[in-house]
């Protein structure tokens, strides 16, 4: 059964940076997409990022578009996401998430689904002003 467990939330001040890590076993890891979902308070849970089993082909949600940068090592099992710039709004549990063979898109963009093949328990990060 895969599992996949994150790593690296804290609370930093808004422009700094932080680097989530999200370590996967119980799976062949380079079949697989991988992505990035964060949960606010109160909101819904959303998509982040995903990338490609190969980590040629990344996507990003409008709102961390040049400021999140995802990538993968697949002899590590392990995926991160570079975080830069952080703002108050990125503020949230994030969650690492096997998605299945790619990332779903349509004409170029990402199309996450909550419909994954495995969640993490989510690491907190707290952006304060």
């Known amino acids: 059964q895969a599992q996949v467990e994150e790593s690296g939330g804290d609370l930093v001040q808004a422009g700094g940076s932080l680097r989530l890590s999200c370590t996967a076993s119980?799976?062949?890891?380079?079949?697989?997409?991988m992505a990035w979902f964060r949960q606010a308070p109160g909101k819904e849970r959303e998509g982040v990022s995903c990338?490609?089993?190969?980590?040629?082909?990344?996507y990003y949600t409008d709102a961390v578009k040049g400021r999140f940068t995802i990538s993968r090592d697949n002899a590590k099992n392990t995926m991160y996401l570079q975080m830069n710039n952080l703002k108050s709004d990125d503020t949230a549990t994030y969650y690492c998430?096997?998605?299945?063979?790619?990332?779903?898109?349509?004409?170029?963009?990402?199309?996450?689904?909550?419909?994954?093949?495995?969640w993490g328990q989510g690491t907190q990060v707290t952006v304060s002003l």
């Open positions: 998430a096997v998605v299945g063979g790619t990332c779903r898109a349509s004409h170029g963009v990402w199309t996450p689904s909550l419909e994954v093949r495995s």
């Open positions: 119980g799976l062949r890891f380079d079949d697989y997409a």
């Open positions: 990338i490609s089993w190969s980590g040629k082909t990344t």
